[in-house]
């Protein structure tokens, strides 16, 4: 199994379990805990069960490519824009992609002043260690131990622009050495009501998929001298579209009680003690594994406790979340096949395309 995972990486959740957080009550808790113990939620989803996903295309008509994901009541938009860079130095036939996140400081609370700036910083470090991979070797082999895996990771899986990523960036190369396309996303977090990186993970594929690079013709000046200039066509039949089929969708697994969940809402959160995001691929391989919130998840299979997260757990939790994950990347590798097949039969570049999408 190919990985590089980041396993050692920890996101906090600003706002929980402080003070000046909204508290549950011992019976609101209470609540939460026997429904995910008797596999009906408090909105009557079963442990593993997605909330109802909206997925858009074409949001904003200046990117090059954009998306936009309603999950329950948490709303995340990503655009795509394509500019033309240098190529990294160690790839020089490559192009290169970077990622940002921005959080609406009208979408909570807690994401105003340095706790939001934080938290941004470390979704967008997540992602970009899911599109391009790990830059630890060491830090990779934990999710192939997992898996039952010896000797960690392929060593050639760990480069951040090279054969690692997720996209063939050899793709967007234009001249050797001098000149590629920089894909700049820009991600914008409007509301939070849980599993937001669950649908940053899934806007990002699907702006990613809905990214148009325009066709770029080399031309020699008058003189022999003179250095090739580049000229651009805009024209929608003649762009190019990236292979999204390697980009992996992140699937957040939360601890409560003795059991797992996915796609946690805020009051659920509130009551886990931990969490896990893992991010699995079309063909359920572990892309990459991070710590969403710095608790505790020392239990394992038999129930005891122990210090840190111990081998059977682990396992437990990849294996969860590789089935989770492949029901919810065939459900968005189906919307953007119809939905990309569709728009490229018509010439409105400001199309939108919407889709419910029941996990």
């Not at 994401?111 to 260690?129: F, H, I, P, V």
């Not at 579209?241 to 797992?260: A, F, H, N």
């Not at 063909?283 to 111990?310: A, C, E, K, M, Y």
């Amino acid at each position: 199994m190919r990985t590089f995972a980041s396993a050692s990486r920890s996101i906090d959740n600003p706002g929980a379990n402080k003070p000046d957080a909204m508290s549950l009550s011992p019976y609101e808790r209470c609540f939460v805990l026997d429904g995910v113990e008797q596999d009906c939620r408090v909105d009557g989803r079963g442990r593993l069960d997605y909330r109802s996903m909206t997925l858009q295309l074409g949001t904003s008509p200046q990117a090059s490519g954009s998306a936009r994901v309603r999950l329950g009541n948490t709303d995340v938009m990503v655009a795509v824009k394509c500019d033309i860079g240098v190529p990294p130095r160690e790839h020089p036939t490559h192009g290169r992609l970077s990622c940002s996140v921005e959080l609406s400081a009208s979408a909570d609370v807690k994401y105003e002043g340095r706790g939001g700036d934080s938290l941004a910083n470390e979704l967008t470090k997540a992602l970009e260690r899911t599109l391009l991979g790990a830059s630890s070797g060491g830090a990779a082999s934990l999710s192939a131990v997992g898996a039952g895996e010896r000797g960690g990771g392929n060593p050639g899986w760990v480069s951040t622009h090279g054969a690692g990523s997720a996209l063939d960036m050899s793709k967007l190369g234009i001249q050797h050495g001098k000149t590629s396309w920089v894909l700049q996303c820009d991600a914008l977090v409007l509301s939070d009501d849980g599993a937001v990186l669950d649908a940053l993970s899934v806007a990002m594929k699907a702006a990613l998929a809905d990214t148009k690079i325009p066709k770029v013709t080399s031309v020699a000046g008058p003189n022999p001298d003179d250095p090739q200039e580049l000229e651009l066509d805009d024209d929608p039949e003649l762009c190019s579209r990236l292979d999204v089929s390697g980009v992996p969708l992140i699937v957040t697994l939360y601890k409560i009680g003795e059991r797992l969940i996915c796609d946690a809402s805020v009051d659920e959160i509130e009551c886990s003690s931990s969490g896990i995001a893992v991010a699995v691929d079309s063909d359920s391989q572990i892309r990459g594994v991070t710590q969403v919130n710095s608790g505790d998840f020392s239990w394992d299979s038999t129930g005891s406790n122990s210090p840190g997260l111990g081998l059977s757990t682990l396992r437990l939790v990849l294996k969860t979340a590789r089935d989770v994950g492949c029901e919810l990347q065939k459900a968005v590798d189906a919307f953007l096949a119809g939905a990309t097949s569709g728009t490229g039969e018509s010439d409105d570049e400001e199309e939108e395309t919407e889709e419910d999408m029941e996990q």
